[in-house]
């Protein structure tokens, strides 16, 4: 009975080794429920994906580590953080080459035990031997790849189990990041559209309009230019306002040119990327229109196509809603304040404007000492015409003295004003 209860060598060595395991396993997943702690408590998808890569290779002691998202149009995987790399790491690695993009592909873990072997390895380091590829979920779609490099053969199947647990937790967090983000972003937003009604809504006058709305969109929106372009009397877009690097006020595009052209001709906004490396920005064209007339085009700059999105375009096309009834209420001021200070038989200033007038000048010729001349005209026998002719006459003749006066008599410095009656 006694030799029978003792265990033999290799049933203790059994046991030990599957103790050694256990007490591993323990210490793999209070690693791994340290790293998930701190992950979870990002609330930034930045934050988030900075603290995962360095816990990976802090933590857990991964020599080699990139964390990798899947762009917007899901084409190419691009690197947002890294870790214990020697060079140059490619920025984007498209869906359909390398390692990483067969486990964005089939969304399932990937370990490459010697990646020489391999032909779809991209060389990233030349001290590399394996490779190890887990995807992230986000409600059942590839969201990005955690990828972990090895320059010694020390990966393996422990691995692919530990960092797809770890891809689970992290997925957890991801959703909320990303949720957190996008309700941060409409808190800016808001914020941002506040300001821009506000500013657009402090002036009735057209060039501090565009001014504010232009400074706004570079300043609150981050984007690298603005401008807000007017048609002229020959259909040509003229820039009236710009903010950032670009056009500047004054530029001229002649009718259906450029990406403002044609936003205005096809009455629907225009994007045009740039394919030149992002030497030269993303422009959006909105076209402002109404009752299917142009009144103008709102157009923003951008070195990173990406802040052009759909929830960036929804945005922009507030502003620019904004930015057209703000137009139609400061030309609609600038036309009522023309209208009152002008006399509608001559289109001569009236009265009221040449007192206006006549102070200001005043105030100028005493402040710099300088002489003003005032010629009050009467026409002759003014009355007697209207009594032969009658007032249809005489009202032609009125507007042919003001025609006078302001084509041919007229200095620029000059002001020409209908004092009242026959009067100038």
């Known amino acids: 009975m006694a030799a029978n209860a003792r265990s033999s060598p290799a049933s203790r060595g059994q046991l030990q080794r599957e103790l050694d395991d256990a007490q591993r396993r323990v210490e793999e997943l209070s690693r791994l429920h340290r790293v998930l702690a701190r992950v979870t408590t990002a609330l930034r998808p930045d934050e988030l994906c900075e603290t995962l890569v360095d816990e990976l290779h802090t933590t857990l002691g991964y020599p080699l580590v990139a964390l990798m998202m899947l762009t917007e149009d899901e084409a190419a995987l691009r690197v947002v953080s890294r870790r214990g790399y020697v060079g140059d790491v490619p920025a984007l690695v498209p869906v359909g080459e390398g390692i990483v993009g067969r486990a964005a592909r089939t969304g399932t873990a990937v370990l490459v035990e010697n990646v020489a072997a391999d032909a779809a390895y991209l060389l990233a380091d030349p001290r590399v031997c394996q490779e190890a590829c887990v995807p992230i979920l986000v409600d059942g779609r590839v969201y990005g790849v955690i990828n972990i490099e090895a320059t010694q053969p020390v990966l393996g199947a422990a691995d692919i189990e530990l960092l797809t647990a770890l891809a689970g937790g992290v997925s957890v967090a991801l959703?909320?990041?990303?949720?957190?983000?996008?309700?941060?972003?409409?808190?800016?937003?808001?914020?941002?559209?506040?300001?821009?009604?506000?500013?657009?809504?402090?002036?009735?006058?057209?060039?501090?309009?565009?001014?504010?709305?232009?400074?706004?969109?570079?300043?609150?929106?981050?984007?690298?230019?603005?401008?807000?372009?007017?048609?002229?009397?020959?259909?040509?877009?003229?820039?009236?306002?710009?903010?950032?690097?670009?056009?500047?006020?004054?530029?001229?595009?002649?009718?259906?040119?450029?990406?403002?052209?044609?936003?205005?001709?096809?009455?629907?906004?225009?994007?045009?990327?740039?394919?030149?490396?992002?030497?030269?920005?993303?422009?959006?064209?909105?076209?402002?229109?109404?009752?299917?007339?142009?009144?103008?085009?709102?157009?923003?700059?951008?070195?990173?196509?990406?802040?052009?999105?759909?929830?960036?375009?929804?945005?922009?096309?507030?502003?620019?809603?904004?930015?057209?009834?703000?137009?139609?209420?400061?030309?609609?001021?600038?036309?009522?304040?023309?209208?009152?200070?002008?006399?509608?038989?001559?289109?001569?200033?009236?009265?009221?404007?040449?007192?206006?007038?006549?102070?200001?000048?005043?105030?100028?010729?005493?402040?710099?000492?300088?002489?003003?001349?005032?010629v009050m005209i009467e026409i002759d026998r003014f009355k007697r015409y209207n009594d032969a002719y009658g007032h249809l006459r005489g009202d032609e003749v009125l507007r042919l003295v003001a025609r006078t006066m302001e084509r041919e008599h007229r200095r620029q410095i000059d002001v020409v004003a209908r004092y009242g009656g026959d009067e100038f």
């Open 175 to 374: 959703r909320n990041s990303v949720l957190f983000g996008e309700l941060q972003s409409a808190r800016d937003e808001l914020q941002a559209l506040h300001e821009a009604a506000h500013a657009l809504g402090a002036s009735l006058e057209l060039s501090a309009v565009l001014e504010s709305l232009v400074s706004v969109t570079c300043r609150r929106f981050g984007y690298d230019r603005s401008a807000i372009l007017l048609p002229d009397d020959h259909g040509d877009l003229r820039v009236r306002a710009a903010s950032g690097s670009g056009q500047a006020a004054g530029t001229l595009i002649p009718r259906w040119d450029g990406v403002e052209g044609r936003a205005a001709q096809d009455r629907q906004p225009v994007m045009v990327t740039a394919v030149d490396g992002g030497a030269l920005p993303a422009t959006l064209a909105i076209p402002l229109v109404r009752d299917d007339r142009v009144i103008g085009v709102f157009s923003v700059g951008t070195r990173d196509p990406e802040r052009l999105g759909g929830r960036a375009r929804n945005t922009l096309t507030t502003l620019a809603e904004y930015a057209l009834v703000a137009i139609e209420n400061a030309r609609l001021y600038e036309q009522t304040r023309h209208q009152a200070a002008t006399d509608s038989l001559t289109g001569l200033a009236n009265h009221r404007a040449f007192i206006q007038g006549l102070d200001q000048e005043l105030e100028r010729c005493r402040r710099y000492t300088l002489p003003l001349a005032l």
